[in-house]
């Protein structure tokens, strides 16, 4: 790519991110809303968040190597609101650039290459959104309620003044433990 086609990509690449930001926006807060894998689940969004990083890895790739084009789809998904990482969307985001050197596409037709890294990125967003759900959704957040729950009861007791402090007996008995030779 010339200096030129890669600003044009940048620029293009700039829209549709931020068409796409506006439009997940609206899925994950309006009602109903909707989680990450329902949205990728949908083949308007889908095939738009598909094409829209084709073509970031394509001029990341093209600039920085695989590493620049993981980069930028880590940094893509987090404009649009997903979370994800570099080292879950690195390995795909390398396989796609390998697609055309790969042995199996050998002697194989342009359509064909082209939907077996539309199908890589259909993958990783799956897998992305599956996280990212994980992540945000409601077990996380109970889990991390919990947690804070959990945290706050150890800080209490533990900054509990000492004269506060409960008797515990030291034995426990017999007919009553579970470790009991009767039981």
């Given at each position: 790519l010339g200096k030129a086609g890669k600003l044009v990509g940048a620029l293009?690449?700039?829209?549709?991110?931020?068409?796409?930001?506006?439009?997940?926006?609206?899925?994950?807060?309006?009602?109903?809303?909707?989680?990450?894998?329902?949205?990728?689940?949908?083949?308007?969004?889908?095939?738009?968040?598909?094409?829209?990083?084709?073509?970031?890895?394509?001029?990341?790739?093209?600039?920085?190597?695989?590493?620049?084009?993981?980069?930028?789809?880590e940094r893509t998904l987090k404009i649009i609101g997903m979370t994800a990482?570099?080292?879950?969307?690195?390995?795909?985001?390398?396989?796609?650039?390998?697609?055309?050197?790969?042995?199996?596409?050998?002697?194989?037709?342009?359509?064909?290459?082209?939907r077996a890294k539309q199908d890589m990125l259909a993958q990783m967003l799956s897998a992305v959104a599956s996280s990212a759900d994980d992540l945000g959704g409601e077990k996380f957040k109970a889990w991390q309620e919990n947690r804070r729950a959990s945290v706050q009861q150890t800080i209490s007791t533990a900054s509990a003044p000492a004269e506060e402090s409960v008797d515990v007996p030291l034995e426990v008995p017999a007919e009553t433990s579970r470790l009991s030779p009767t039981n």
């Open positions: 293009q690449a700039a829209k549709g991110i931020d068409d796409l930001r506006v439009k997940i926006r609206d899925l994950r807060e309006k009602p109903p809303r909707l989680s990450w894998t329902q949205i990728v689940s949908r083949g308007d969004i889908l095939a738009q968040m598909v094409s829209l990083l084709a073509g970031i890895i394509g001029v990341a790739g093209a600039v920085g190597g695989a590493s620049a084009a993981a980069k930028a789809v990482n570099v080292s879950q969307v690195g390995l795909y985001t390398a396989a796609y650039l390998q697609v055309d050197s790969d042995p199996r596409y050998q002697g194989k037709g342009p359509d064909e290459i082209e």
